[in-house]
Nanobody, 115 residues
Framework: QVQLVESGGGLVQPGGSLRLSCAAS????????MGWYRQAPGKQRELVSS???????NYAESVKGRFTISRDTAKNTVYLQMNSLKPEDTAVYFC?????????WGQGTQVTVSS
């Protein structure tokens, strides 16, 4: 079994920054992809960014240039640095790890961008 523990959400003003963290524990494959998804009220969950165990990153067009994903492989932890936040970034952010047919989700952390 795999557990994902997220932290770092909160309320921030437009233009501000937040850093999300996700620590994975349990039986984790050596080759995997970790990422962040988000779901706003009334909308489908969407991929924000992902990073493979080899370091390849992927970003949604809407966050390119503003968000940066990184990882600490020794700690099985992934980070999402979010800068220049906009009200439309408001959502519940979910951490995900997947390999082969297995996928695991965190419980979600709320990010609210509002003045």
């Amino acid at each position: 079994q795999v557990q994902l523990v997220e932290s770092g959400g909160g309320l921030v003003q437009p233009g501000g920054s937040l850093r999300l963290s996700c620590a994975a524990s349990g039986s984790i494959n050596s080759i995997y992809t970790m990422g962040w998804y988000r779901q706003a009220p009334g909308k489908q969950r969407e991929l924000v960014s992902s990073i493979t165990s080899g370091g390849t990153t992927n970003y949604a067009e809407s966050v390119k240039g503003r968000f940066t994903i990184s990882r600490d492989t020794a700690k099985n932890t992934v980070y999402l640095q979010m800068n220049s936040l906009k009200p439309e970034d408001t959502a519940v952010y979910f951490c995900n790890i997947r390999w082969a047919v297995r996928t695991y989700w965190g419980q979600g952390t709320q990010v609210t961008v509002s003045s």
